[in-house]
């Protein structure tokens, strides 16, 4: 089980087929502004992929795109909103078909408001993770080892969640509830980024 930190792009062949694990890491939570630093990918066989770009990157990165746009491949996310925004507007594709660990916890997680990754992990996994780099400098030149471990630790258990959270929501009646606030996620998105972020455009208001 390593940590590879790779500039640019994924190198191809990096991933093994299925399910993959992504998060992002940015200059703040402005996407329109805040540009993409990280991307984070896990394939589930223990190994955490780290594409780090540029101040200035141009966000070619064939071999990555190739691999969120593929429509065969179901992504994880904790937070998807934020993710697919944000690798919308830099990298240009939609990263679905997505199922989104917050959203999960929060249709069956009913007893409690605490959604947080750190949260999650710890009651469905048993495990720890720190999240001391969350804002830390993305945009640094070298990224150092601190910000590697916790950039990979943001993927590396959300295979495992997912196996849980598909049983407890069908244990709970909610999977297909789930699925179609999953569908929705990228039209939510785009919403954000078009300027729709702090309004609910389903309330009456
Ligand atoms: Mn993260």
Avoid at 83 to 108: E, N, R
Wanted: proline letters at 3%; aromatic letters at 8%.
């Amino acid at each position: 089980m390593a940590v590879y930190l790779h500039e640019e792009d994924l190198p191809e062949g990096a991933l093994a087929p299925g399910i993959l694990a992504i998060d992002t890491e940015t200059m703040g939570l402005v996407t329109t502004r805040d540009r993409l630093c990280l991307v984070q990918i896990s394939d589930g066989g223990g190994d955490e992929h780290l594409v780090r770009f540029n101040a200035g990157s141009r966000f070619a990165a064939p071999n990555l795109k190739a691999v969120l746009a593929d429509p065969a491949r179901l992504k994880l996310y904790h937070f998807a909103r934020f993710d697919l925004a944000a690798v919308h507007h830099y990298l240009g594709v939609m990263a679905a078909p997505v199922f989104c660990t917050k959203i999960a916890s929060k249709l069956v997680r009913t007893y409690t408001d605490r959604h947080g990754l750190k949260d999650l992990v710890r009651e469905l996994l048993g495990k720890e993770i720190s999240k001391q780099q969350q804002s830390s400098d993305w945009g640094a030149p070298a990224l150092n080892d601190a910000q590697q471990e916790y950039a990979a630790s943001d993927v590396r258990y959300l295979h495992a969640m997912h196996a849980i959270l598909v049983d407890r929501l069908a244990r709970e009646g909610r999977t297909e509830i789930a699925q179609a606030c999953f569908d929705f996620l990228p039209t939510r998105a785009l919403l954000d980024v078009a300027g729709w972020a702090d309004r609910d455009i389903f309330s009456h208001e």
